[in-house]
């Protein structure tokens, strides 16, 4: 780690022994993960509002999303959110610590934080727009922050909250399922071996909804072993026959996206409220090929033309988007703490391999979650 020394007294937070430097993997420019770098000498994060804390990161897991914004994915929009009066000049944002979340332990809170202490045990997800948690210590609001469940390792800890959240707002915000509505309900998942895959289909057995998801013949035995009622092998010919075959859907979460949504809507019950919830949105790539405001249009255009069309064929059709979301945190955790979710960590790795993983990751076939151990 970093050199030790006691915070300065600054009246904005309460805090413990910190470091004033720290590793961490920075992104120096858009130029993909080969511009990604090992900095030693990262500066510590500091608080700037009251209901912020520092963590310090003991493990953090790799997500598409991460190698995607070494190529600058999404840096239009995202660089609005971080700055939306254009106060600072271009690439300001530079350089860019990555990784989305974590599992750690509370440092330093803001004065107005009331639900977090000092050693707290916990784990956060991040919004994109934020520095990330591929570093030794992480600034988030309490509100995106939850105390974790303690029968997890950290590195088992880690390997949920990006995308339990990302599940989560697609099937409970967007979706409208919960742990009373799901009851019953038949859902279909798309991608169901990755890591939201694998965490939507515990979620919704636990909730008590018949999962059917689409996957590898190799990965048919973990999705059983998850719960799942049903799987279907995706490179099948017949795919779409086969799941038009099935009872039809009340919810299909799509994270494949592309051609599949021209026969997977028809797989849903028509005129019951089924809703086609699809992870995979071109909102950020049309800000970053055609600028915020013409982006912007062409998004409405494209998702107000498939929301129209679903409608007149009586399905609803959203986009769902990951959410940052404590008290969903702490509902996920007692589901860990009850049994009804475990994680499933394909692989971990030192944080030096930060690099390596996301290498990997970009070859596909994940199963589950890559984690890195940090501290
Ligand atoms: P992962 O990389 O963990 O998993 C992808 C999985 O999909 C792999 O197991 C792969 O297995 C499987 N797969 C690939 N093609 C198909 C297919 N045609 N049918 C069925 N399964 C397939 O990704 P995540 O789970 O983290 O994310 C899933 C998707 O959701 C990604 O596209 C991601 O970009 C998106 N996402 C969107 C978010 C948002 O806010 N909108 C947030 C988070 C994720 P195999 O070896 O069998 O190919």
């Known amino acids: 780690g970093g050199s030790l020394a006691a915070a300065p007294a600054r009246g904005l937070c309460c805090s413990v022994a910190r470091a004033s430097i720290m590793p961490a993997w920075q992104l120096q420019s858009y130029g993909g993960l080969d511009a990604l770098r090992y900095n030693a000498n990262t500066p510590f994060p500091i608080i700037v509002y009251p209901n912020e804390v520092v963590v310090r990161v003991h493990a953090s897991s790799l997500n598409p ?70 570093a030794e210590f992480v600034v988030a609001s309490a509100n995106e922050v939850a105390h974790r469940p303690l029968r997890l390792s ?64 190799d990965a048919r035995p973990l999705l059983a072993g998850l719960g799942a009622d049903h799987t279907l092998d995706y490179r099948h010919r017949d795919l779409p026959e086969r799941a038009r075959a099935l009872s039809p859907f009340d919810l299909v979460l799509d994270g494949v996206g592309g051609s599949l949504e021209q026969w997977a809507l028809r797989c849903l019950r028509p005129w019951t409220s089924a809703k086609y919830v699809t992870l995979v949105t071109p909102l950020l790539l049309n800000a970053d090929r055609y600028g915020l405001g013409d982006g912007m249009v062409k998004s409405g255009l494209t998702l107000g033309r498939r929301v129209l069309s679903s409608f007149y064929s009586g399905v609803h059709y959203r986009w769902g988007f990951f959410t940052p979301n404590g008290p969903a945190l702490d509902d ?30 970009e070859r596909g076939h994940a199963r589950g979650k890559t984690v890195v151990t940090i501290a």
């Not at 959110?81 to 350089?95: A, F, G, T, V």
């Not at 998942?189 to 694998?198: A, D, F, P, Q």
């Not at 994680?343 to 993983?357: A, C, I, R, S, W």
């Open 154 to 217: 950290h590195e088992e800890a880690a390997s949920i909250p990006y995308v339990a959240l990302t599940a989560w707002s697609a099937l409970v915000t967007t979706g409208g399922l919960n742990n009373k509505t799901a009851r019953g309900k038949r859902v279909l998942i798309l991608g169901g071996s990755g890591g939201v895959g694998t965490f939507a289909v515990q979620l919704l057995k636990a909730w008590g909804a018949h999962v059917t998801a689409t996957c590898s013949e």
């Open 332 to 361: 996920i955790a007692e589901l860990v703490n009850n049994k009804k979710i475990r994680p499933v960590v394909e692989k971990v790795l030192p944080f030096q391999d930060v690099l390596k993983g996301l290498h990997a990751m």
């Open 65 to 134: 999303i991460d190698a995607a914004m070494s190529r600058g994915y999404g840096a239009r929009v995202l660089n609005t959110m971080r700055d939306p009066l254009r106060m600072n000049p271009r690439d300001s944002e530079l350089p860019l610590v990555l990784g989305r979340d974590c599992s750690g332990v509370i440092m330093e809170c803001g004065v107005s934080v009331k639900h977090f202490r000092p050693g707290d045990e916990v784990w956060l997800a991040l919004p994109p727009w934020k520095q990330g948690t591929f």
